[in-house]
């Protein structure tokens, strides 16, 4: 089972920004895609964004295009998603996921293993 961990989540007001990291402790990322995932209360987890493991192909969703970025670093085995401009709708629970393979799919769809989340809340 290949686990993986979300941090950087926090309250902070529209307009501004945070980065979310992405990590594994006990084995390397390199060699897999890596997505992120939001969802609301009442809502559908939704993707936001998907990385290949060689950072070559990059998926978003259309919600965040122009403002999230999403970037891996091997030397400190993370993915990072980089959150700017950040409004109350993004306000949700974010999740990394881990695709036991090496490419991107559209919708970020065929993860198989996740994150318990990490809560982020625009609000002013």
């Known amino acids: 089972h290949l686990q993986v961990e979300e941090s950087g989540g926090g309250m902070v007001q529209p307009g501004g920004s945070l980065r979310l990291s992405c990590t594994a402790s006990?084995?390397?990322?390199?060699?897999?895609?890596i997505g992120w995932f939001r969802q609301s209360p009442g809502k559908e987890r939704e993707a936001v964004s998907c990385?290949?493991?060689?950072?070559?192909?990059?998926i978003y969703a259309d919600s965040v295009k122009g403002r999230f970025t999403i970037s891996r670093d091997s030397e400190k085995n993370t993915v990072y998603l980089q959150m700017n401009s950040l409004k109350p709708e993004d306000t949700a629970v974010y999740y990394c996921?881990?695709?036991?393979?090496?490419?991107?799919?559209?919708?970020?769809?065929?993860?198989?293993?996740w994150g318990k989340g990490t809560l982020v809340t625009v609000s002013s």
């Open positions: 996921a881990l695709d036991d393979s090496d490419y991107v799919l559209p919708g970020c769809i065929g993860m198989d293993y």
């Open positions: 006990d084995f390397s990322l390199d060699y897999y895609a």
């Open positions: 990385i290949s493991s060689t950072g070559g192909s990059t």
